[in-house]
Structures are given as C-alpha cells and as structure tokens.
C-alpha cells in the first residue's frame, strides 16, 4: 500500500496515484513497493486500494520487465502524447497480440492477461485499474 496523502487538494500527478473508491472517500497516494514479495522470477504487489487504482506515467524506455497482470481487475491505458504498442502476451511470454496507441487513443487490458508496454520513445500516459498484480522480471 502506498502512503496515505488525503488531506492534500493537489498533487503532481506524476509522483502520486490515485484510489478511486466507490461509497468512501478517494485518495491520493505516494506508491510504496517495499512489501512487495518475490517468488520464482515474479514480484507480486498489492497497492492495498479499495477502489481502482490511476496515475499518470511519463516514461522514455520499455518498462523493464517482462510482463505484468493485473489480477483484480481491466486496466485502462490513454495516450496522452507519444505512441506505443500494449503487447498481450500469452503465459510463457509469447506475444499474442500488439495494439498500437497514439496520442489520445485509448485500450482496455482484461483482468489477469499478462502484457508491457513497447515505446517508441517518450511516453506520456493514463492508467487506471490493476489493484494486485503480479510483474515477471526478466
């Protein structure tokens, strides 16, 4: 679970997350990994939020790992400036399908399908959705 910011009106949105939550107050949270654990190549993360989990990324490189599911629930991912390519990929890694995105389009990614994302340079983004997910280190 990230740290708590719900008193704050204002947030940069690039170092904070947000916790959408249906019948109790939305917050906004500072990410923490640290009780992430690690199990056969796959770091798995509970943010701990009771709504659905957004945030906007700015990001100049692939991710860095080799795929990511969410297991709670869809992910919405929206170009905001750059492109790039969400690749859905099957349980060994093997890409499945590849959805190209440019500057406000927008996917959905199911609950519990392994992707990562692809840029073609500097990337700025919308996420919403996850809650647990499970990240495949390479």
Known sequence: MGALMSNTKVVNFLHARVDLSRGQASTFLVPDFSSATRRE????????????LGGLVLQASDGGHA???HLEGDELIVAISGTL?????????NVQESISLQENEATLI????????????????????????????D
Do not use: N, S
């Open 67 to 69: 795929g990511e599911r």
């Open 41 to 52: 190549g796959v770091l798995a993360w509970d943010p701990g939020v009771a709504g659905v």
């Open 85 to 93: 390519t969400v690749m859905l990929l099957d349980d060994h890694g």
């Open 110 to 137: 199911p609950c519990g399908v392994w992707h990562r994302l692809q840029l073609d340079g500097a990337c700025r983004y919308l996420f919403f959705g996850g809650g647990r997910t499970e990240i495949r280190r």
